[in-house]
């Protein structure tokens, strides 16, 4: 259990995000301000820069993701590996306050429309392959470095940036409801794969 320092810590990088994320839907993120941040936090400039480097790492800090971990350790023993994932992501979404839900929606668009933000996000998904392999290996009993592990690790991470393509296209549904989607159809298997390739006239 995390002690008293590290949940205060938690907290106000928290609240800073919630501030920051508020002034992104309000006003958008390139008229938002560090110093505005700061100010509706109630904090120092300094302070802001203490718990983030910039702004750009209030909307790539993902305080979910260690959520849905511990939805996905909290599986039954025996489920099938996808579908305890899929059922892991409702589990993590559903534990969060309104607030906090639409506010992550938020965070998720700007991940997606900010081209500077898009391509941050996108440079950080090999650590993403990683961080779900050791998951995946931990709860299988198969080494990190095994192909299949790898090869189930990209396919989530596969998962997200095709969630987050069908997100621009329909961007009045929640995008945990399109993740959920996606993962339903993955269950299913994807029959496009056995697709005999046709040549179309021009």
Do not use: C, W
């Not at 994320?21 to 941040?37: C, W």
Request: charged content about 30%; hydrophobic content about 45%.
């Amino acid at each position: 259990m995390a002690g008293l320092r590290e949940r205060k810590k938690a907290q106000t990088r928290a609240e800073l995000q919630r501030h920051a994320l508020r002034l992104f839907r309000a006003q958008g993120y390139a008229a938002t301000t560090v110093d505005q941040i700061a100010s509706a936090a109630d904090v120092s400039r300094a302070t802001f820069f203490r718990y983030f480097p910039s702004k750009e790492d209030v909307v790539l800090y993902d305080d979910i993701d260690p959520v849905m971990v511990e939805a996905f350790a909290a599986q039954p023993e025996g489920a099938p590996l996808l579908s305890s994932m899929r059922r892991a992501l409702r589990d993590a979404f559903d534990q969060l306050e309104p607030e906090k839900r639409a506010l992550e929606e938020v965070r998720m668009q700007l991940g997606r429309t900010v081209p500077e933000l898009r391509n941050a996000i996108r440079e950080r998904n090999q650590f993403s392959v990683e961080q779900i392999a050791a998951t995946v290996a931990a709860t299988t009993g198969r080494a990190p470095t095994d192909l299949d592990v790898t090869l189930f690790a990209g396919i989530l991470v596969g998962v997200r940036l095709a969630a987050q393509a069908l997100a621009d296209q329909h961007p009045d549904r929640p995008y945990v409801d399109i993740m959920d989607t996606v993962f339903a159809r993955l269950e299913q298997g994807v029959p496009l794969a056995d697709e005999p390739i046709r040549r179309v006239a021009p």
